[in-house]
């Protein structure tokens, strides 16, 4: 990018933005500094700004994200062409085999669902639309990380820092290279209970015309007396014929 087309305000509001998580939801103006890279006083000017622009809310003291942001994420999904396309091939998929559908995207370390479609259950699982996860936490995200170059895998590696949330979840660097090197070799995954117990997850890669992985198409379901395989050979061959119809559209 040529260094005059940067807007320095635009990046600086959006990292004040990003500043939030679940363990910083409510921060004083030097919380925010520290987190976003900027002074105090300019973190509290943007924090102002943003709350003029309805972003942001305060007490006066602590500020935190107000509702607004959330038109964020919504434009995307409102806007992007992945999104419209693939939501018909999930109806067809949660027909089949009555379970939730699903497709990701990557984002640094998390998968985000862009798209999903629930069965007409009242124990329907699965992330619900524009939600985030670590990434080999979720079958989507380690088949979205395992068809990245070999050399973006080892850096992403090496950067993530392991999240163990159940006693199933894979808990060190060499699980995950071996994982990923499975997938790549089979073009798909099954896990089990990474994430949230009593949980499956299969997924597949989602190509473009071109071949390039743009996606993660998957199912999410109960595991119930289902074994792994059983459940494998349910909803794979649904989930690779609705990727390879998916081939020349997204």
């Known amino acids: 990018m040529d260094e005059k087309d940067w807007i320095a305000g635009a990046a600086k509001a959006l990292a004040i933005i990003e500043a939030f998580d679940e363990e910083h939801a ?47 994420g919504q434009s995307y999904l409102d806007s992007a062409r992945l999104p419209r396309t693939v939501q018909p091939f999930l109806q067809r998929i949660t027909a089949t085999v009555q379970e939730t559908a699903l497709v990701a995207i990557l984002d640094e370390h998390d998968v985000v669902y862009v798209a999903r479609n629930g069965v007409n259950r009242a124990m329907a699982v699965g992330f619900v639309l524009g939600s985030r996860a670590p990434a080999p936490l979720s079958s989507a995200g380690l088949v979205l990380l395992a068809f990245q170059a070999p050399e973006n895998i080892e850096q992403w590696l090496a950067s993530y820092p392991i999240k163990v949330f159940t006693p199933h979840t894979y808990s060190t660097i060499e699980q995950l290279r071996e ?11 099954v896990t089990d209970q990474q994430l949230e117990l009593g949980v499956r997850g299969v997924a597949v890669p989602l190509r473009d015309r071109h071949g390039s992985v743009v996606a993660a198409i998957s199912v999410s379901m109960p595991i119930g007396q289902e074994s792994a395989n059983a459940a494998l050979h349910r909803v794979l061959p649904t989930l690779l014929e609705n990727a390879s119809l998916l081939r020349n559209l997204v």
């Open 26 to 72: 409510r921060m004083t103006p030097t919380m925010v500094a520290g987190r976003a890279g900027l002074s105090r006083t300019a973190a509290r000017r943007y924090l102002l700004t943003l709350r003029e622009l309805g972003y942001v809310d305060t007490d006066g003291k602590l500020f935190w994200l107000a509702p607004r942001v959330l038109r964020l």
């Open 179 to 189: 994982v990923l090197g499975e997938i790549r070799r089979n073009g798909y995954v």
